[in-house]
């Protein structure tokens, strides 16, 4: 089982279907084979060798896949990085996991090292920075690695995450036992290769599907580009979603789009039903996780539950757990644990095999969550970050989604401050929408009507910018 090869067999099997769409025009499925050919012989003559560490940089767009492939079949490991990484956080990720080199669009400084152009008209300028002659392999205790992803570190230290050429092609097979996509589909993409490249960038083009790259993240320009190309299905984030219902425009989607997807954290069940209601497509969650991949999602029930993450694939197991592993009964909130194909193989450094990593078998996701009556898993919120206010439990992420929800507010965070009668009260920040204005006194009133009153922010602050990570989650800590 080998990432690499999954292109080859598209492109025999589909050689004039539209691989991908982007800045640069269209580029059908044979044509896409013959550039990764091309850069691989490429890397191959500069010293590129199996089990080396290679970072891929580049935007969304052909350079990024043929750049990721290329080096695949090489034999290398490698590790995305998002274009909008500072130097020092890339610095960083490198002393955690030495490189042999580096594969980017020309973006920032250069690096230290040997730099070559390479001669591939459909990479986009990619050049190459040799790093390392005698790196080592990247991961030495995995046979077969392919990717190493670190995760958002939205509360401290990222940590390697490797997955073998196995591990991708089981997960993608996976979730699409949920998402049913065919060569059929045209799928809008929006989010960052850097972090989905590995599932879902690998499916689209194993199933001979069509990529189709949004020039922005802006509500018009998906709407625009939906309706350009056909789009048949979206894969966004509750901030898309947020921005879709706001926009005014007065563009619908096209009548070919007819699943919208949501990822990355909890959608709030109001965005979902005003997505509904003014677009006429529900949006489905999707719960993603770096170790295991897309193993629950909520494909069916959508318009019903919207708050709803739903149910695990097929071939995945899920169940809510206390402290010593035993199943919670329904409605009671616990550990979210999940096994399956295509889970990770171990963590980078320190080294650590899936095997130490799991409990009998099992991924405690770090992530609470009850099922409801209906058997469909929703989330709670994350074990860490629970705030104590007056004998009562209460998860940020429930309060940052209603305040994300008011109309000037771009995003949110949301924390635990001492109290001396209640032991700890909510604090909020907010970030505002370009042009927007509105009052912490206002904001708080909006989370009365919508928030028990223990969940209540006590205090709030409007903010010029809550940083986040370069996937998109808000920072804390």
């Known amino acids: 089982m080998n990432v690499f090869d999954t292109l080859a067999r598209s492109a025999r099997q589909w050689p004039e279907r539209t691989a991908i769409i982007d800045a640069g025009g269209a580029l059908d499925y044979q044509s896409l084979g013959r550039e990764v050919e091309a850069l691989r012989v490429?890397?191959?003559?500069?010293?590129?060798?199996?089990?080396?560490?290679?970072?891929?940089?580049?935007?969304n767009g052909r350079a990024f896949v043929i750049g990721a492939l290329a080096a695949l079949g090489c034999g290398a490991v490698i590790m995305p990085i998002h274009h909008q990484m500072k130097m020092d956080e890339l610095n960083d990720l490198i002393a955690q996991a030495p490189l042999c080199a580096i594969l980017?669009?020309?973006?920032?400084?250069?690096?230290?090292?040997?730099?070559?152009a390479l001669e591939n008209p459909g990479a986009n300028g990619l050049r190459f920075t040799r790093l390392d002659n005698d790196q080592p392999p990247l991961a030495p205790g995995m046979a077969d690695a392919a990717f190493?992803?670190?995760?958002?570190?939205?509360?401290?230290?990222?940590?390697?995450?490797?997955?073998?050429?196995?591990?991708?092609?089981?997960?993608?097979?996976?979730?699409?036992?949920?998402?049913?996509?065919?060569?059929?589909?045209?799928?809008l993409w929006v989010l960052p290769m850097a972090y989905h490249f590995y599932v879902s960038i690998i499916l689209y083009l194993e199933i001979g599907s069509t990529v189709i790259?949004?020039?922005?993240?802006?509500?018009?320009?998906?709407?625009?580009?939906?309706?350009?190309?056909?789009?048949?299905?979206?894969?966004?984030?509750?901030?898309?979603?947020?921005?879709?219902?706001?926009?005014?425009?007065?563009?619908?989607?096209p009548p070919s789009l007819k699943?919208?997807?949501?990822?990355?954290?909890?959608?709030?069940?109001?965005?979902?039903?005003?997505?509904?209601?003014?677009?006429?497509?529900?949006v489905s969650q999707g719960y993603g996780i770096i170790e295991v991949g897309l193993p629950i999602q909520n494909n069916d029930e959508a318009a019903e539950h919207p708050e709803a993450i739903g149910r695990p694939v097929a071939g995945f197991e899920a169940k809510i757990v206390d402290d010593a592993m035993k199943p919670h009964?329904?409605?009671?909130?616990?550990?979210?644990?999940?096994?399956?194909?295509?889970?990770?193989?171990?963590?980078?450094?320190?080294?650590?095999?899936?095997?130490?990593?799991?409990?009998?078998?099992?991924?405690?996701?770090?992530?609470?969550?009850?099922?409801?009556?209906?058997?469909?898993?929703?989330?709670?919120?994350?074990?860490?970050?629970?705030?104590?206010?007056?004998?009562?439990?209460?998860?940020?992420?429930?309060?940052?989604?209603?305040?994300?929800?008011?109309?000037?507010?771009?995003?949110?965070?949301?924390?635990?401050?001492?109290?001396?009668?209640?032991?700890?009260?909510?604090?909020?920040?907010?970030?505002?929408?370009?042009?927007?204005?509105?009052?912490?006194?206002?904001?708080?009133?909006?989370?009365?009507?919508?928030?028990?009153?223990?969940?209540?922010?006590?205090t709030l602050d409007i903010v010029a910018e809550i940083k986040t990570t370069t996937s998109g989650k808000v920072r804390h800590g």
Not at 42 to 59: K, P, S
Not at 104 to 116: A, L, W
Not at 226 to 244: E, N
């Open 148 to 187: 190493v992803r670190f995760t958002s570190g939205t509360t401290g230290a990222a940590k390697g995450v490797v997955l073998t050429h196995r591990d991708i092609l089981e997960r993608t097979h996976a979730a699409n036992s949920g998402l049913g996509l065919t060569s059929e589909d045209k799928i």
């Open 42 to 59: 490429q890397l191959d003559r500069l010293g590129v060798r199996e089990g080396q560490g290679v970072g891929v940089r580049a935007r």
């Open 104 to 116: 980017d669009e020309s973006i920032g400084t250069p690096y230290p090292g040997k730099t070559v």
């Open 259 to 282: 699943r919208v997807m949501s990822v990355s954290t909890k959608l709030h069940p109001q965005s979902a039903l005003d997505f509904l209601a003014k677009y006429k497509v529900p």
């Open 329 to 458: 009964a329904e409605g009671e909130t616990g550990q979210l644990a999940l096994r399956g194909p295509g889970m990770f193989s171990g963590y980078l450094n320190p080294p650590r095999a899936r095997a130490e990593a799991l409990h009998d078998g099992w991924f405690l996701t770090g992530d609470l969550a009850h099922r409801d009556s209906g058997g469909r898993i929703v989330l709670d919120g994350r074990t860490t970050s629970v705030i104590h206010v007056a004998g009562h439990k209460v998860f940020p992420e429930e309060v940052a989604a209603v305040l994300d929800h008011h109309p000037a507010v771009l995003r949110s965070r949301v924390s635990a401050r001492p109290h001396p009668q209640m032991g700890e009260a909510i604090h909020a920040e907010v970030q505002l929408r370009p042009g927007q204005q509105t009052t912490s006194e206002e904001v708080i009133a909006f989370c009365r009507k919508r928030l028990s009153s223990q969940k209540v922010p006590a």
């Open 213 to 253: 790259v949004s020039a922005d993240y802006l509500a018009g320009s998906l709407l625009e580009t939906a309706a350009k190309h056909a789009a048949t299905f979206l894969y966004i984030t509750p901030m898309h979603v947020r921005m879709m219902n706001s926009d005014q425009s007065g563009r619908a989607l």
